[in-house]
Structure formats: C-alpha cells, structure tokens
C-alpha cells in the first residue's frame, strides 16, 4: 500500500485511514506561512524539505473566533466540538485522501469549506474524505484565510501589490489548487479532471473561482452547495464590495486596530489581531466587512452571477440547497405594507401593479409569506438555468431529508454535508436506516459527478441510478434528496416567475 509520495517540495509520509485501503495524508503545506511579511500578501512558494515529512495530524485552524463548543449552539453542537482545537495564523495546509493501491489518473475533488469567509476549517469531522475515495477517487480539502486575515485590504497594501491586494483566502484557494494541478499525479490522481467543490461561503469561493481569468483551464467540473444567491428582493447581505469600499473598510480597521501603518500592522501578534477582529465583528456584524472585492484582477464582478460573467469557466455546475434556508419575502404585514412595499421596490406604476396582481388581496401576513417567500438560491439556479441554456449543463438539487435530533433542526443550512460525505457515523444525531440509503446514493451521485461531470450512471452496488435531468428552464426539474430520492418539476410560482422575468429583462 501506498503511503510516501514525493511532491515538488519533498517527501510526504501518510497514514492508512480506517479502512486500510485508503491513505490520508494531513497538513501537507501548500504555500509559505502566511506570517510577517506574508501577513495580507498573495500565498508565496512553499519552502522544500530534507527527509520524510510525517503528514499523520491535520495542521492549526484558521485564526477565527475562538471555539466555543458550546452544546446549547447547533453549529457547535453539530460539529464545533474541539474547545481546544489548535489555531494560528500559519495555516496554509491541505489534506488528501486517496486508494492505496497504486492507481493512477483517478479523477479528483479540492474542497473549500464555508463558514461566511469568516470562520471554518478543514479538519471539520464531516470533511472526512474517506468514503469518496473509496469510490476510486483522490479527495483534497483545504485550508485558506478567513476574516480580516484573508479579505482585508488597504491602500498600503494596494501600493506594495497592485495585481494581488485582496481577496487573499479566494488566492489561498486557487494557489492551494494549483499546488494539486502540479502534485496530484504521484498520488494518483488526474490532474487533468478536477472537480472543485464547497459549501456556503465554500460554495461562494467555488464561484469565485469559476470567474477568475486566470484559472482557465485549472478544473473541469464545479459543485456548489447552498452558495450562490440572488435575492428578489432588498437584502442586508454584503457578499461582494467595491474596491473602493473595501480600501476605506481597510483604513478604519487600522484605526479601530491602532496602528497608523502596514508595518506596524503587520508587527501586531496574531492573537491581538484575532481579538480586535472579533471585537469589530461584534459592532459591524458578521461578515459584513471582510468579504469578496471586486479588485479588477482576481475578481472581475460580483462572482454570484457567474452564470452571466465573460470570465466564467466552461465547466459542468452540479448546485442545490437544503429544504430550510435563505428564504426571503417583501418586508410587509398586510394590505397597505405590502403596496407601499412594492411600489418601493418597482416606483413604476405598471409593474407595481402587475406584481400586486399576483397576490391575494386583501393581504396578511400569512398570505404575503407563502405567495412571495423566494429561496435566494433557488431564485439564482433558475436564472443560471437560463443564462446557461446553451453552455454546460446544471443538475439542480433539493435536500428534504427528515433531520432526527431531540432539537427537531429541520434541514438547517449544512445539514446535508454529513450525507454527501458520508460520513453520518461521526454525528450524535440518531441516524437510521433511511439516513445512511439516502447518504451513499448522494455520495453515489457525487462522485460520479466528480468522475464525469454528470451525476448520472451507476452507484456503488453496480445499480442504475435514478436518472437526473439537467435543468431546463422551459422544462425544469430538480432532484428531490428526502426520504428517497427522486425527481420531480418545479415550476416557478407566479410572484417567482415575474420577478424572474423583470430580472432577465433588466439584467
């Protein structure tokens, strides 16, 4: 079995995962730390090594808010449970799952885990790449920097680096999947069939990739879980900022952090630094600072609406979100809010109305909510499904498992990353039969995806799978991940199908 590869830096030495057949390799450095000098810098190269680098322990997390494993939280509670996992700045490490047994050009999955852009790591206990690799497939998770560390800028650091000056977690990630482009190979990958993949904010950074001009031809397949959003309506979410925005944020974080230069910045120790992120995150909000910027060089546009982007990669999209999440609806109680509400939003006098039309009258709460709540992520694969009606397809998915748990979670946003995996064993959730079937056919589906950019063939017991259609906009239909899986139409409402109409004709 194989357990030493060499890579371009040196000798990594992994070991057998709990089944033997497969080796995991933990915390194999991709890139210099990103310390001192190399604080708000784009990733420079990994130093080599001499000898056998023993990678048997994933690497410190991402500074971030402390982890509070606190049971009462359902994040926490879920899968946060290492109060005393180890955090520090140098955190530029990824880690490979892959057959032991001497294969070669398997196809392979890099996944960016999500968490806002804010928090997160890979060594998250559902990330575990084991049971995709069984499948004959080399799985690499990442890790890359979050908050202040990773999405901050300033007009020093635009002067000292012009083409690289923010967006360094997003540059993280893309130098972390070079590194797998030129290394794969002698861990018996394909460097030629890459699948990105992530969820959330991991989701978001995959779209982010999918636009960048400079990663043409970098991978071939995308998966994006619960991360691309258009929302219909106004929303508080900051998901992309302007450069210019993003420089002045800069400039008032050093003020809040009290240092008048970037030397002086980037001499503060990484635990002050933490603290003061956190303290500007408990007064500006979550997430709402350090975020994607629109640089002119990395990212061209707001990454959400890749399906419109020049930039954007040709490659297949498999996308789709759980049953229970980022729903939003005019911000009205009755009759009159809502008027006043959507001649807001359209002041034209004849689209108001058209979209007033399309409501009950007169108006309540009740009524408001279930004829205008539009799922922002449904809203963008819809859009998506016509922006790409003549490109690579799109395989919409819908994730309506019942969640067991004496806490009665619905499908809460990530739930369905303990499926895909696989890896419901590692949760307290009393999973049964029903769970695990459902797990290894997304798994199955997965990884065929992986494997060809099309999620449909056989599954692991060499059994046709239900067939799943690419979305189509005159036709669509949507994978249905519940008590079983199957798939079914899902034809616009009439609030969502006007809004869906104005967005096209006003795009």
Known sequence: MIRRVLTENGWVKGLPA?????????????????????????????????????????????????????????????????????????????????????????????????????????????????????????VVTVNYRVNAFGFMTHPEIQKEAPDACANFGFLDQQAA??????????????????????????GMSVSAQMTCPGNKGLFKNAIIQSGTFVFPYPSPMGLTCTMEKALQTGVEFFDFLGVKTLEEARAVDEVTLRDKVCEW??????????????????????????????????????????????????AAEDEESLKAFVRKVFPDDKKADELLSLFSHPATKESIAKEGAICAIDFATNLAGHYRANGKPIYYYYFDAPIPGWDDPG????????????TLAKCWRPFRGLHYDLARQMCDYWCNFIKTGDPNGIDSQGEQLPEWPAFDENAPRRMVFGRTSICEDCPPAPVKKWLLDEYKANA
């Open 18 to 138: 709990a089944d033997p057949r497969i080796t995991s390799y933990k915390g194999i450095p991709f890139a210099a730390p990103p310390v001192g000098k190399n604080r708000w810098r784009a990733p420079q190269p990994c130093e080599n090594w001499e000898g056998d680098r023993e990678c048997y322990a994933f690497a410190k997390i991402p500074m971030q808010p402390p982890i509070s494993a606190d049971p009462k939280n359902l994040y926490d509670r879920e899968w946060h449970v290492d109060k005393e996992i180890p955090m520090g700045e140098d955190c530029l490490y990824l880690n490979v799952w892959a057959p032991a047994d001497g294969r070669k050009d398997m196809p392979v999955f890099v996944w960016y885990f999500g968490g806002g852009l804010q928090v997160g790591y890979s060594a998250e206990m559902e990330f575990d790449g084991e049971r995709i690799a069984r499948r004959g497939i080399v």
């Open 177 to 202: 999947t070079r590194w797998v482009k030129r290394n794969i190979a002698a861990f018996g990958g394909d460097p030629e069939n890459i699948t990105i993949g992530g969820q959330s904010a991991g």
């Open 281 to 330: 995150m408990g007064t500006h909000g979550f997430g709402m600072s350090f975020c994607e910027v629109v640089d002119g060089t990395f990212c061209t546009g707001n990454s959400q609406n890749w399906f419109r982007s020049e930039d954007c990669m040709p490659v297949n999209v498999l996308m789709g979100h759980t049953s229970n999440e980022f729903f939003g609806a005019p």
């Open 411 to 422: 499908c809460f946003h990530s739930v369905d990353l303990w499926f895909f995996f696989e």
